[in-house]
Structures are given as structure tokens and as C-alpha cells.
T-cell receptor, first 115, second 121 residues
Framework: KQEVTQIPAALSVPEGENLVLNCSFT??????LQWFRQDPGKGLTSLLL?????REQTSGRLNASLDKSSGRSTLYIAASQPGDSATYLC??????????????FGKGTKLSVKP | GAGVSQSPSNKVTEKGKDVELRCDPI?????LYWYRQSLGQGLEFLIY????????KSGLPSDRFSAERTGGSVSTLTIQRTQQEDSAVYLC???????????????????FGEGSRLTVL
């Protein structure tokens, strides 16, 4: 059974700092991994989607890497800003058919960037 | 519109009433998901539709919950005889069908609506 863990659960950093959020999964047979951002009271916004054949994706100050063999993904945020404050979730897609559309979410990392 | 649309954005109802929540996915997306998020909690999977296949209802918490998807597009989540513990934000998401291309299997990006906040008094 696939399990997704995000560490840390919460993180507070000063503005301008580079930071890394971690996502680990127990079953390496995945077909994609997606990072989301959720602001309070809002839906989830897709940040980056990494297919199983890819190692990383970049968008602006964000870089997400994927290492299937070790069951890990990291989201790197460069030069953090107060506007980056939100909860960041990763979701792993694995298998075909079956339950939950084969999407398993982590519980998220709540990021606070202090001015 | 271009994104996933959900309505109503806010719903306040009395205990015991039935409610319907609507989700309009991105045009052409074959997969549709419903999730529930209670205050301060993670996402709880409810139900998944993929094309014309039978939906995966394994996440529905009780028989008071049901969902349908008409014509492979709009979906309605119905909660009968609402209880206070049903209070939450109900999120809908959609994605395109996976397909093969050079490099292997490519799967769709998941797009979420803004959610419907349900409060049961």
C-alpha cells in the first residue's frame, strides 16, 4: 500500500532563504508526482508535475526533483518570499485502476516566510 | 471557463437537510475526483470517476453520500440528512486521460476547483 509522508509538518524561515521541502513514498512504482500549494480557505494550485520518466521540473523559483529508487521528491524554493507562505502538498500517482484513482496525498508542509 | 468550477462556494444548512454540490470539470478531462477537507486536516478521498468506467466509491464515508457524473462531464455530490460532522470544504479536481508518447506513459496534471464550504448547523 502506497504511503506518502511529508517532513517537516511545519517550517518557518526568514525572507530570502532558500529552502527544501521533502516528500517520501513507500512504493517506487509510480507514474507521476505532483506538488501543490494551498492557501488558507482556498483550493489546491498545481505547482509542478513530474512524470515517472523525468528527474526534475522547474518553474521560476521552484525546482522539484524525483528519485524513484529511493522513494523521495524534494521541492526547492529559492529566495523565499512572504507570498510563498502556504501549505505545500505532494501527491503520488501509482498503478492503474483501483482505489482513489491511484492518487495518494501527503499531509502537507505548512510554510511560513517571515518578512 | 478555463478551470474547474464548483458551486455553491458556501452553503449553510440545518442538520437533517439534504445538500447538493456541483463540479464542472475542465472541458475534455475524463477523470474527476471529489475530496473532503475538514478544518486543519488533510485531504480525504471520497470518489473517483474515469470516463465511462464504474466510479470508485471506496472513500464515501456513509450511505448518506452519493455522487453522479452525467454525460461524462458535470458531477454532483449529494449528502442526505446532513450531520454536523459533514461540515468541511468539499474539493473537486479533474485531469486528462493518461496517454503514451515518446518517453513512456504520460499522466494528466490534476487541477482543483476552489471548493464548496459546507456548514451544518
Amino acid at each position: 500500500k502506497q504511503e506518502v509522508t511529508q517532513i517537516p509538518a511545519a517550517l518557518s524561515v526568514p525572507e530570502g532563504e532558500n529552502l527544501v521541502l521533502n516528500c517520501s513514498f513507500t512504493d517506487s512504482a509510480i507514474y507521476n508526482l505532483q506538488w501543490f500549494r494551498q492557501d488558507p480557505g482556498k483550493g489546491l494550485t498545481s505547482l509542478l508535475l513530474i512524470q515517472s520518466s523525468q528527474r526534475e521540473q522547474t518553474s521560476g523559483r521552484l525546482n522539484a526533483s524525483l528519485d524513484k529508487s529511493s522513494g523521495r521528491s524534494t521541492l526547492y524554493i529559492a529566495a523565499s518570499q512572504p507570498g510563498d507562505s502556504a501549505t505545500y502538498l505532494c501527491a503520488v500517482g501509482s498503478g492503474w485502476g483501483g482505489s482513489q484513482g491511484n492518487l495518494i496525498f501527503g499531509k502537507g508542509t505548512k510554510l511560513s516566510v517571515k518578512p | 471557463g478555463a478551470g474547474v468550477s464548483q458551486s455553491p462556494s458556501n452553503k449553510v444548512t440545518e442538520k437533517g437537510k439534504d445538500v447538493e454540490l456541483r463540479c464542472d470539470p475542465i472541458s475534455g478531462h475524463t477523470a474527476l475526483y471529489w475530496y473532503r477537507q475538514s478544518l486543519g486536516q488533510g485531504l480525504e478521498f471520497l470518489i473517483y470517476f474515469q470516463g465511462n468506467s464504474a466510479p470508485d466509491k471506496s472513500g464515501l464515508p456513509s450511505d448518506r453520500f452519493s455522487a453522479e457524473r452525467t454525460g461524462g462531464s458535470v458531477s454532483t455530490l449529494t449528502i442526505q440528512r446532513t450531520q454536523q460532522e459533514d461540515s468541511a470544504v468539499y474539493l473537486c479536481a479533474s485531469s486528462s486521460r493518461p496517454h503514451f508518447r515518446q518517453g513512456g506513459l504520460y499522466t494528466g496534471e490534476l487541477f482543483f476547483g476552489e471548493g464548496s464550504r459546507l456548514t451544518v448547523l
